[in-house]
């Protein structure tokens, strides 16, 4: 609070005397210890002049003094008891000086009995409510917002006249009681102490209306209600704040002093009626100071920025930036409250100038081993006219890149140097990058104007570390193993190196590809045992050489693997027995010319294979005595016949063949012979036994399915082709009665003399189901002038036809048109055509039921009809001969 005190006495004496009048002015401070507060006294010398007066304080280190005359605590105070204050005014306009004393004491907090009472107006009780008189109206209470207590703190004693004759009980209601935000304000309700809960906020809630009340114990109202009002003291706890952080304005080139540029403003919540919310604004700093320091000020009042110096000039700063301070109580930098915004102000104009870097320094990190990743760009300012060939800047690295990781190509919308990384590099080789970067416009400066400092910049690149897959050094790893080693041996320790040599991390082991599944490698140590044998012959094995793979994972964010191949070179050991080769072989009956040259295979590689030396066995006896073994070289022998004759057959010869290996192996090894009849160049004639020996029960199988379907296809086409030839004879039998059909000349498909030449069967014109077989005609009965050439053929039994009718009235008819025909030929003899079923009516064509012999007739016509009918024109026309 501040406390007035006047002045009341005159002091009448010269300047020179200095006189003393002290006032005591006891200031009750109530409140805790460790509070932080301030207080104000204003002193006031009355009738002391009109003059100017200087005010100063005998204690400077904790209170202050105004020019008004109002006393500050300079700091946080903790009086342990009274403390006296010199205070000493100079009029400047008379030279006069004046002095008082201030003291000050500590009291304690106010007891509840001390608090003031709000008395209910009096009234009748018996008669109805009467109207407030406007002298009781309650005068508000001040509550000093932020108090920091303690709390409940009491503010007032609420009480009425009432109480002393029967029991009341108060309640106050209202916004911050019994109505949101409720909790603020509580009330005894038998001493009517009406105290505030918590601290208050005037930002948030400025003043606040209630209503006391009070009761019998039976709930009547004894009492109308009184308001109470409530306002909250504002205290200095807002800083200003400025509408926007950062404020963007511009002015010429040239501009004169007195030029505004723009207008920056803030807000202070606190109260702007007092001290605690009237701002003053203040240029703390100019960046670039160029021409000059002070080149802007601004009103600090208003807020607005003019310039105060000559010298803008675009071509050599284009932007000025300010940092600009608000400050609150009137600006006061020991008790005022500030915040700062920058003011950017560009200066806009024109040309022919190098491009010049914003900044000398760019800073960029980038992940280790990626490529086409923008580092950091690089800006230039260039005074030249944006977009042309002198404001077009062109960057080059000058330093710091030998290996040429990076390059900067430039953005053609902003003219900016994008640094960008082309080669893959590694944070465990270089952290940090330097780079030193020139630019400059894409046609040469003007003559006589160099390039400034401003057109090279450095540019740190940073090199972030991140998790790499391990890998296996070497890899492939080779080693030599001799084969057969047992399981669980140690082969060798397969281990991966991590590139993160900054991180701390593990690396697990795990098996990849493993074909045979001969391998086991420990997840930790990487150390591969075996968990079976290893062998060369296996045939998971190329060329001794047998691969399998390992993966190796770290346990990093996010974890990464590798693989490497493990080629284990096997060895050999003589672990395999020879056998012979060829198994199966064939030799003639007689030792000559015959022999059979005979090897042996083995698993095993040289020294452990050939040369072989082989023998018969001697079980069975009879091996020995036929066969007899001859070794031709280190790796063949010959195998002869002992005796002079075997019979043929195929035999199991056991021969024992023993390798050359470091403790040889031997084996019992089975040759098939087989022994036929040769011809005289040696080669077997026995083709049965020779296929027996040569092909396995499935091949003779399958060859003997091939020629059953063969000849089932024979079979079909047999068939087949026996219908089509009787339905080409039907359809020839089938010819209109009418027709002469001996006047025709019939294809018999045969190049014979002529119809003597066939034997005929004449049962196959009767109906084969009516005759006997004891009546039926013998074989080979034919006319006497018939030349007989072979035997008759014997015709099987066909089947009846249902339908024979067609065919007998065919013969009959061609019977009659016979004897009616001159021209027959002088005997009888039959066509046959193909049997077209039983049940024929036609009889017998003989020529002794014919009515004619034609004996005589001519056959020389024959010679009209073509050669080849000449042959039977020469047998049967002509002379006698």
């Not at 006189?19 to 507060?37: D, K």
């Not at 040289?606 to 031709?632: K, Q, S, Y």
């Not at 399915?705 to 039998?733: G, H, N, S, T």
């Not at 034919?782 to 015709?795: N, T, V």
């Amino acid at each position: 609070m501040c406390l007035l005190a006047g002045c009341l006495a005159r002091i009448l004496d010269p300047p020179t005397h200095t006189h003393t009048l002290t006032f005591f002015f006891f200031l009750f401070l109530a409140i805790a210890r460790y509070f932080s507060f301030f207080f104000c006294l204003a002193v006031d010398f009355a009738n002391c002049g009109r003059g100017q007066l200087k005010f100063e304080s005998g204690s400077t280190s904790d209170f202050r003094i105004d020019a008004s005359g109002v006393v500050y605590a300079a700091r946080d105070l903790e009086l342990t008891g009274p403390a006296s204050l010199t205070v000493q005014v100079n009029d400047i306009a008379t030279k006069r000086q004046w002095t008082t004393q201030v003291k000050t004491q500590e009291v304690p907090p106010a007891k509840s009995q001390d608090l003031t009472e709000i008395m209910f107006p009096s009234r009748n009780a018996d008669s109805q409510l009467k109207r407030m008189k406007r002298d009781w109206v309650i005068p508000p209470i001040n509550v000093a917002e932020n108090s920091r207590g303690p709390f409940p703190q009491e503010l007032v004693r609420i009480r009425s006249d009432h109480d002393k004759n029967r029991s009341l009980r108060y309640s106050v209601t209202g916004p911050g009681a019994d109505q949101p935000p409720t909790g603020i304000f509580i009330i005894d309700p038998i001493s009517g102490e009406l105290s505030v809960n918590k601290p208050l906020d005037r930002e948030h809630i400025p003043n606040f209306h209630l209503r006391a009340h009070a009761v019998d114990l039976n709930g009547n109202q004894v009492e109308n209600p009184i308001d109470i009002i409530i306002n909250v003291i504002d205290m200095n706890d807002n800083r200003p704040e400025f509408t926007h952080q950062i404020w963007n304005g511009s002015v010429p080139e040239g501009s004169k002093p007195g030029t505004f540029v723009m207008t920056v403003t803030s807000v202070d919540k606190d109260d702007p009626k007092t001290f605690n919310g009237m701002l003053r604004y203040k240029i703390l700093s100019q960046n670039p100071e160029s021409p000059s320091s002070n080149m802007f000020t601004i009103n600090n009042k208003t807020g607005g920025i003019i310039t105060v110096a000559a010298g803008l000039d675009r071509e050599k700063v284009s932007q000025y930036t300010l940092i600009i301070q608000a400050t609150d109580m009137e600006g006061n930098p020991m008790y005022g409250l500030s915040n700062t915004a920058t003011a950017v102000i560009k200066v806009t104009d024109i040309n022919d100038n190098p491009p010049e870097f914003t900044a000398e320094t760019f800073f960029g990190s980038v992940p280790e081993n990626r490529v086409n990743v923008i580092v950091a760009n690089l800006t230039v300012t260039d005074k030249d006219q944006p977009n042309t060939l002198a404001w077009n800047a062109v960057y080059k690295i000058t330093g710091g890149d030998p290996t040429g990781s990076f390059s900067v190509p430039t953005d053609p919308t902003t003219n900016e140097g994008l640094v960008t990384v082309v080669k893959p590099i590694d944070y465990e080789t270089s952290r940090t990058y330097v780079l030193t970067v020139e630019a400059r416009n894409e046609v040469p400066l003007a003559r006589g104007i160099h390039s400034p400092r401003q057109s090279t910049a450095t540019v740190s690149i940073q090199v972030i570390d991140v998790n790499e897959s391990p890998y296996f050094q070497p890899d492939p790893k080779l080693i030599k193993l001799e084969e057969g080693m047992l399981p669980e041996s140690t082969l060798t320790t397969f281990t991966a190196q991590d590139p993160d040599r900054f991180m701390q991390q593990s690396i697990r082991y795990s098996k990849l590809a493993d074909p045979a599944n001969w391998l086991r490698i420990d997840p930790n140590t990487g150390r591969i045992t075996t968990v079976a044998v290893l062998d060369r012959e296996s045939p998971f094995v190329k060329n001794s050489l047998y691969n399998a793979t390992f993966m190796a994972s770290d346990n990093g964010e996010p974890p990464a693997t590798g693989t490497g191949t493990l080629q284990i070179y096997l060895l050999d050991i003589n672990d395999n027995a020879p056998k012979v080769f060829p198994q199966e072989a064939e030799i003639c009956e007689k030792p000559e010319p015959n022999a059979v040259n005979i090897t042996a295979v083995d698993g095993d590689l040289n020294p452990n294979a050939g040369p072989f030396a082989f023998e018969l066995a001697h079980r069975p006896t009879d091996v020995r005595r036929n066969w007899t073994i001859t070794r031709i070289s280190g790796d063949y022998a010959q195998l002869r016949l002992k005796i002079g004759y075997l019979e043929s057959g195929i035999y199991d010869l056991p021969i024992i063949i023993t390798d050359s290996g470091n403790l040889p192996m031997s084996n019992t090894s089975y040759l098939r012979i087989k022994v036929c009849q040769c011809d005289p160049h040696g080669d077997c004639t026995d083709q049965q036994h020779i296929m027996a020996a040569g092909l396995g029960t499935g091949a003779i199988i399958s060859i003997l399915l091939c020629i059953i379907i063969l000849l089932i296809l024979v079979l079909m086409f047999v068939v087949w082709m026996k219908r089509r030839d009787k339905e080409r004879q039907a359809k020839q039998l089938l010819i209109d009665p009418e027709d002469d059909v001996r006047d025709n000349i019939l294809k018999y498909d045969e190049e014979g003399g002529g119809e003597e030449d066939q034997d005929y069967d004449l049962s196959q014109l009767q109906q084969p189901d009516t005759l006997e077989h004891d009546t039926i005609k013998p074989v080979g009965i034919r006319r006497m002038d018939e030349r007989p050439l072979h035997p008759e053929p014997q015709y099987p039994m066909r089947s009846a036809a249902p339908h024979p009718g067609d065919i007998g009235d065919f013969i009959n008819e061609g019977l009659k048109a016979a004897d009616n025909d001159p021209t027959a030929p002088p005997y009888d003899s039959l066509l046959v055509f193909d049997y077209e079923g039983s049940g024929s009516t036609a009889g017998s064509l003989s020529s002794l039921n014919s009515s004619s012999s034609g004996g005589d007739q001519d056959y020389d016509y024959l010679n009209d009809w073509g050669p080849r009918f000449r042959k039977l024109a020469d047998m049967y026309g002509g002379s006698d001969d």
